[in-house]
């Protein structure tokens, strides 16, 4: 049996202070929900059949997000990209897998750091000891790097450090809510971050045994499997799995169906990147988080991507304040991009408009 390292044990490792305590800016969420939002309770995901043997686990709406999953079917294995942000979603979904094959999980593909995509990695480490966890060189470094973003070992501490509060605000907001309906949705959005703080206080980090650093082939039986590093986006160290004969390709955070997270990213190379991407050859994309979307939302999400920095460039030339540019920017964009990126209850336009703003003005005119 694989030695499981506790948490503790690694950030020992890193010369990290446990004890640390943190509390989380609202800029450092790379989820934050709402406290009234409509979450689901129950289902984690559904299980959608994209081509023959490759699947997208599409994550439900809860408070504390999971990321989606794809199911790679081989002739003696599965490899699953990506591991929720918490071993029982990983574990509810190994069981959905042992439901349509036997076979073991093999791989683990991790498209970049953040903790929604990593931290059930510990499920399938334990169902199958001699589990390959694939990350891209950059990710291996920013999962135990302090300042790395929204993911990673030391981001488990910072969360165990705010959780709590975080916890006590649910708490007077349910007591504040006079609307049964929204009473009882903060009720429950409370109870997941109970569960979701208790699940990550026993948290094993099991971090990547293999890293690729440029675009590897992997011939798994009976399927190709390609990772492909584009370039820097979502973070410095996205990969990209693709399947060149079935036509699907796994993007992480990189591409989904709710707006984008730019906290930890590159806005003007993330254009780029997309349109590497959009060079291969494939009809289905499983997104980091939303529904299987056809390869024309990369077109809509990039577009979105090139107008929000042309948008926010132009009034910060004319010298607009932080303030009216998100205002500005906002009802500039909403015709075009409202829509089409508000079709869940999580990441919708309005929810991260204003941070997208700011970001982008940090990052790309300002170059902080
Ligand atoms: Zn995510
Ligand atoms: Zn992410």
Not at 247 to 267: C, E, R, S
Not at 342 to 362: A, C, F
Request: charged share 25%; aromatic share 6%; proline share 5%.
């Amino acid at each position: 049996m694989a030695k499981q390292w506790t948490r503790r044990q690694v950030l020992a490792q890193m010369g990290i202070a446990a004890a640390a305590v943190h509390t989380l800016d609202p800029h450092e969420l790379c989820c934050a929900v709402p406290a009234s939002a409509e979450t689901a309770d129950k289902d984690l995901f559904e299980l959608r059949k994209v081509a023959d043997g490759v699947y997208a686990a599409v994550a439900a709406a809860r408070y504390k997000v999971n990321s989606n999953a794809a199911v790679i079917v081989t002739d003696d294995g599965v490899v699953v990209v990506d591991s929720h942000s918490k071993p029982s979603a990983a574990r509810a979904l190994y069981t959905e897998i042992q439901g349509i094959t036997k076979k073991p999980v093999r791989k683990i593909v991790n498209t970049h750091f953040h903790w929604d995509h990593w931290q059930g990695n510990e499920v399938y480490k334990a169902a199958n000891p001699g589990l390959e966890i694939v990350a891209s060189q950059r990710t291996q470094e920013n999962l135990t790097r302090a300042d790395a973003g929204v993911g990673g070992v030391p981001y488990i501490e910072k969360q165990l450090g705010a959780l709590p509060g975080e916890i006590d605000k649910l708490k007077d907001d349910a007591r504040r809510a006079t609307d049964p309906t929204t009473k009882a949705r903060i009720e429950a959005n409370l109870e997941q971050a109970e569960a979701y703080l208790s699940e990550l206080k026993q948290l094993r980090p099991t971090l990547p045994t293999r890293t690729v650093s440029t675009t590897v082939t992997l011939r798994e039986q009976g399927r190709e499997i390609q990772l492909h590093l584009l370039g820097r986006g979502h973070t410095d160290g996205d990969l990209y799995v693709y399947l060149p004969k079935e036509k699907v390709v796994a993007t992480g955070d990189a591409l989904i169906d709710w707006m984008p997270f730019l906290n930890d990213g590159y806005p003007e190379e993330w254009v780029q990147t997309l349109s590497a991407l959009e060079k291969l050859d494939f009809t289905h994309i499983i997104p980091g988080h939303g529904e299987v979307v056809p390869k024309a939302h990369l077109t809509f999400f990039r577009g979105y991507l090139t107008d929000l920095i042309a948008a926010v460039k132009k009034a910060a030339g004319e010298g607009a304040t932080l303030e009216e540019m998100q205002k500005k920017v906002g009802d500039q964009l909403a015709p075009r991009y409202e829509q089409g990126m508000s079709k869940y209850p999580l990441g919708r336009y309005r929810d991260r408009i204003g941070l997208n703003v700011e970001m982008v003005y940090r990052k790309v005119v300002k170059k902080a």
